[in-house]
T-cell receptor
Framework: QKEVEQNSGPLSVPEGAIASLNCTYSDRGSQSFFWYRQYSGKSPELIMFIYSNGDKEDGRFTAQLNKASQYVSLLIRDSQPSDSATYLCAVNERGSNYKLTFGKGTLLTVNP | DTGVSQDPRHKITKRGQNVTFRCDPISEHNRLYWYRQTLGQGPEFLTYFQNEAQLEKSRLLSDRFSAERPKGSFSTLEIQRTEQGDSAMYLC????????????FGPGTRLTVL
């Protein structure tokens, strides 16, 4: 059973702070890693994807991947109240570049 | 907007009724996926199409569920003899093979079975 684990939260940070969201996965053969943002009652929206070890930056967002530790994280700099949402980590299964396994998500609250 | 669209957005039905949902993927995307999401959980994979071929079905998908993508464009998901446990958000996503297979989700259909 492939597993993706996330802290359910809630994670509460003040406006302007750095929010750090973490995810671990069980399938060592996974190759593709995705972060989605989901507002309450809405569908997941892609934030970032990462395939290689290291950091990948896009605006205020940085994804970090460590395949040896089976760990992927998302950093949100200068957090805004509009960033308040559930963040879903998704990992592809070994041998499949299409089937994603999602974590349960971490609820982030950014306080003004 | 040329994103993934789903119809209807909400469906309320009585137990035992059949329901059908439609998904229109991003126009150039050849891969289409159905997921189901319940409260407090991440989306769970149900099935996957590449063009018109259904290449995988999850064990979660009982015989009451069927999906089609007849011409490799839009897809339908039908649930027969609905049960209260079918109440969930049904999400459709699409991707382009060879472009990282990044999946983009539609707005979802929220099903409530009374």
């Amino acid at each position: 059973q492939k597993e993706v684990e996330q802290n359910s939260g809630p994670l509460s940070v003040p406006e302007g702070a750095i929010a750090s969201l973490n995810c671990t996965y069980s399938d060592r053969g996974s190759q593709s890693f995705f972060w989605y943002r989901q507002y309450s009652g809405k569908s997941p929206e892609l934030i970032m994807f990462i395939y290689s070890n290291g950091d990948k930056e896009d605006g205020r967002f940085t994804a970090q991947l460590n395949k040896a530790s089976q760990y992927v994280s998302l950093l949100i700099r200068d957090s805004q109240p509009s960033d308040s949402a559930t963040y879903l980590c998704a990992v592809n299964e070994r041998g499949s570049n299409y089937k994603l396994t999602f974590g349960k998500g971490t609820l982030l609250t950014v306080n003004p | 907007d040329t994103g993934v669209s789903q119809d209807p957005r909400h469906k309320i039905t009585k137990r035992g009724q059949n329901v059908t949902f439609r998904c229109d993927p991003i126009s150039e995307h050849n891969r289409l996926y159905w997921y189901r999401q319940t409260l407090g959980q991440g989306p769970e994979f149900l099935t996957y199409f590449q063009n018109e071929a259904q290449l995988e079905k999850s064990r979660l998908l009982s015989d009451r569920f069927s999906a089609e993508r007849p011409k490799g464009s839009f897809s339908t998901l039908e649930i027969q003899r609905t049960e209260q446990g079918d109440s969930a958000m049904y999400l459709c996503a699409s991707s382009l093979k060879g472009a990282g297979d990044t999946q983009y989700f539609g707005p979802g259909t929220r099903l409530t079975v009374l």
